[in-house]
């Protein structure tokens, strides 16, 4: 079964799932002001090439808290044949499931909560306070019982952060994760930095502390395509989340205030993936957009949920990946990471 915010589903149905996504966030509490004109401004044609260079040099854009616009984008998603989404969003950084319940039943759309802890830096002092059975007991309760007095549950752990180098706190919150998961079987997301290989060290300790490798997606990996970090990830029997599709970004030196670097392109990352389907690897690898920025939706600009879809299913095909290793990672994979297994 699968826990959505209506509550359990089985998979029959289903087809091209997003397995990490976000419908009502806010990050700008994690972006650095830049000394510009336009980083206070909404987000405009004329300022719009900026965000092409740097996502997070307009504020606005760390902002996804329009529940009408969502509705619209996630009937466009449908439309073009997808049916469940998980979102990610941890309370940290806006998760709404009142809101989202909303969405999810005028978009006809499913939706996967999730639950736990985001990075050190997004995290107020009060849940930072927390023991590491406390922080459990949370974990469990969302998904077991219900998300702020409701009886709506959470249906996967994560995104669990982890930064850089991992603070104390996620290592507390990692642990905590780790436990609710060997003790519920539901799947676990791991935030992972998206610029060194801190991921591995963060999927070891979940492992070291009873989580099953193979209801583990490590999120982020197809934003430098380290071949060697991916396989070890791999090896260890856990998912590779390439979930930044649709972010093509060279983040200039001067205006680097979140993010550190480079982004893959999609044509890089579907090469990859055909890379890792000839290797065996094809069973491990999930695939969404990641979206957490306003230019991503179509509304604003961008190419929406159903870009994997619409766009990267194609260009999959266009490299020689078969129909049949598509619906694997794009419907098989997903479903199995996000079923419960207790």
């Given at each position: 079964?699968?826990?959505?915010?209506?509550?359990?589903?089985?998979?029959?149905?289903?087809?091209?799932?997003?397995?990490?996504?976000?419908?009502?966030?806010?990050?700008?509490?994690?972006?650095?002001?830049?000394?510009?004109?336009?980083?206070?401004?909404?987000?405009?044609?004329?300022?719009?090439?900026?965000?092409?260079?740097?996502?997070?040099?307009?504020?606005?854009?760390?902002?996804?808290?329009?529940?009408?616009?969502?509705?619209?984008?996630?009937?466009?998603?449908?439309?073009?044949?997808?049916?469940?989404?998980?979102?990610?969003?941890?309370?940290?950084?806006?998760?709404?499931?009142?809101?989202?319940?909303?969405?999810?039943?005028?978009?006809?759309?499913?939706?996967?909560?999730?639950?736990?802890?985001?990075?050190?830096?997004?995290?107020?002092?009060?849940?930072?306070?927390?023991?590491?059975?406390?922080?459990?007991?949370?974990?469990?309760?969302?998904?077991?019982?219900?998300?702020?007095?409701?009886?709506?549950?959470?249906?996967?752990?994560?995104?669990?952060?982890?930064?850089?180098?991992?603070?104390?706190?996620?290592?507390?919150?990692?642990?905590?994760?780790?436990?609710?998961?060997?003790?519920?079987?539901?799947?676990?997301?791991?935030?992972?930095?998206?610029?060194?290989?801190?991921?591995?060290?963060?999927?070891?300790?979940?492992?070291?502390?009873?989580?099953?490798?193979?209801?583990?997606?490590?999120?982020?990996?197809?934003?430098?395509?380290?071949?060697d970090y991916i396989l070890g990830v791999l090896d260890r029997g856990a998912y590779v989340d390439f979930d930044d599709f649709g972010k093509e970004f060279y983040v200039d030196r001067p205006t680097r205030n979140?993010l550190l670097g480079s982004f893959a392109t999609d044509v890089e990352r579907v090469k990859f993936i055909k890379k890792l389907i000839d290797k065996g690897y094809k069973n491990q690898i999930l695939i969404t957009?990641?979206?957490?920025?306003?230019?991503?939706?179509?509304?604003?600009?961008?190419?929406?949920?159903?870009?994997?879809?619409?766009?990267?299913?194609?260009?999959?095909?266009?490299?020689?990946?078969?129909?049949?290793?598509?619906?694997?990672?794009?419907?098989?994979?997903?479903?199995?990471?996000?079923?419960?297994?207790?």
């Amino acid at each position: 079964m699968i826990t959505t915010i209506k509550g359990d589903i089985t998979s029959e149905g289903l087809k091209n799932l997003l397995p990490h996504e976000h419908i009502l966030s806010d990050l700008r509490p994690l972006v650095a002001p830049l000394d510009d004109e336009d980083f206070y401004k909404p987000i405009t044609l004329e300022n719009f090439g900026k965000l092409t260079r740097n996502p997070y040099a307009i504020l606005d854009n760390a902002l996804i808290g329009d529940a009408d616009v969502a509705v619209k984008e996630l009937k466009k998603y449908k439309d073009a044949g997808g049916t469940l989404i998980a979102d990610v969003t941890t309370v940290d950084f806006g998760r709404d499931v009142k809101a989202l319940a909303d969405i999810s039943e005028k978009s006809g759309v499913h939706i996967v909560l999730g639950c736990g802890s985001y990075i050190d830096a997004s995290v107020s002092d009060e849940i930072k306070a927390l023991s590491k059975d406390e922080l459990k007991k949370r974990i469990i309760t969302e998904l077991t019982v219900g998300i702020d007095g409701t009886d709506m549950r959470a249906g996967v752990i994560g995104e669990v952060g982890t930064s850089g180098e991992m603070t104390e706190f996620e290592k507390k919150s990692l642990v905590a994760a780790s436990e609710a998961q060997a003790e519920t079987g539901y799947g676990m997301h791991i935030h992972a930095c998206l610029w060194n290989r801190e991921g591995l060290n963060a999927l070891d300790w979940a492992i070291k502390n009873g989580a099953n490798p193979e209801k583990i997606a490590v999120d982020h990996v197809d934003v430098l395509l380290d071949e060697d970090y991916i396989l070890g990830v791999l090896d260890r029997g856990a998912y590779v989340d390439f979930d930044d599709f649709g972010k093509e970004f060279y983040v200039d030196r001067p205006t680097r205030n979140l993010l550190l670097g480079s982004f893959a392109t999609d044509v890089e990352r579907v090469k990859f993936i055909k890379k890792l389907i000839d290797k065996g690897y094809k069973n491990q690898i999930l695939i969404t957009n990641d979206i957490c920025l306003k230019s991503m939706l179509h509304t604003y600009g961008g190419w929406g949920y159903d870009h994997v879809i619409t766009n990267i299913i194609p260009m999959m095909e266009d490299f020689g990946i078969s129909a049949d290793d598509i619906d694997t990672m794009m419907t098989k994979n997903p479903i199995r990471f996000l079923e419960r297994s207790k």
